[in-house]
């Protein structure tokens, strides 16, 4: 099928009707005060009709006041009313139309693209071809729809699939900070609000050493409270919160720091974090994040630590 354009016609437009103004391959017609919309593919201006843009104007005219059988059950002066194109284009036009073509693509009615409705009166037609291009046209449009609906059914799958995204890494920081307070037998403790003196404890400092961490606890930090402030997060424990946005590198404050290499930091690859749980006989689950399995590993070295 041809490829196609769309294009709008404005009343500004329908007065002109000359050569150097027509406008669209494929059209989604507007006539200005009404609903009606009609597509033409862009094989109009490969064919037959070459050279006669009356013929062409026209035809776009009416395929916009047709029905939905492909009916233009109205006089020429009515469709230059309608669309202020000049009465002569459209008599040209229609003239054109009207006329057999043995080179059409289309040898039905002797290649004409229209065709009267009764034989007792001059005007009042039936586009020909108007139900073959419909049926085109009804394909392109679910063509188009099924490729949207595959587009958001695989970024549905993406976003449930593995993946590194902060957010995740967030999620997992908040589900993490809680259980490590449970298990120091904080389970009934309260989550409050970012607190106002937040700063970087000498517990988080000692963490941070021991892990390797310390170098860019202040970028950390800066990271770490800007991104709870925008969620309005809230936990039980503040620190622990801190030390899962360090381990996670919330913002890939390290990878930035060291233009994206981490070398020994085993959560900076995907490589690296399967072999970390093969280290420790952790094994993914089906369809699980990067995120959790990081989660799951942190909670084992700390386990036993």
Known sequence: MSSVTTMIIQSRYRCA???????????????????????????????T???HWEAIVTLQQMIVLSSADGVVDMTPQTISARTSIPIDIITKGVKVLSEPDQFSRTPGNEGRRIVLLD???????????????????????????????????RRENSDVAISRHPVA????????????????????????SLP??????????????????????????????????ARGARYVDWDEAFINCIRDDWGDIRR???????????WATEDGILAKAKELGLTPRGGESWANLKGRINATIEARA
Request: proline content about 1%.
């Open 119 to 153: 034989d007792h009166r001059p005007w009042g037609w039936r586009l020909v071809n108007h139900g073959k291009y419909r049926a085109l046209r009804d394909m392109a449009a679910k063509r188009a729809a099924d490729r949207d609906r595959i587009s958001e059914k």
């Open 169 to 192: 890494d967030v999620a997992h920081a908040d589900a993490d900070a809680d259980a490590t307070t449970k298990r120091r037998g904080g389970a009934t403790a309260r989550r409050t």
């Open 196 to 229: 106002e003196d937040f700063v970087i404890s000498e517990r988080v400092r000692k963490w941070a050493t021991e892990k390797g961490f310390d170098s860019l606890l202040d970028q950390h930090l800066e990271k770490f409270i800007s991104s709870v402030k």
């Open 49 to 51: 009709l070459y050279g």
């Open 256 to 266: 930035r720091a060291t233009g994206g290499k981490n070398g020994a930091n085993w």
């Open 17 to 47: 009707g000359y050569a150097g103004r027509v406008i669209s391959p494929y059209t989604a017609l507007r006539l200005e005060g009404s609903q009606i919309y009609g597509k033409v593919f862009d094989t109009i201006y490969d064919g």
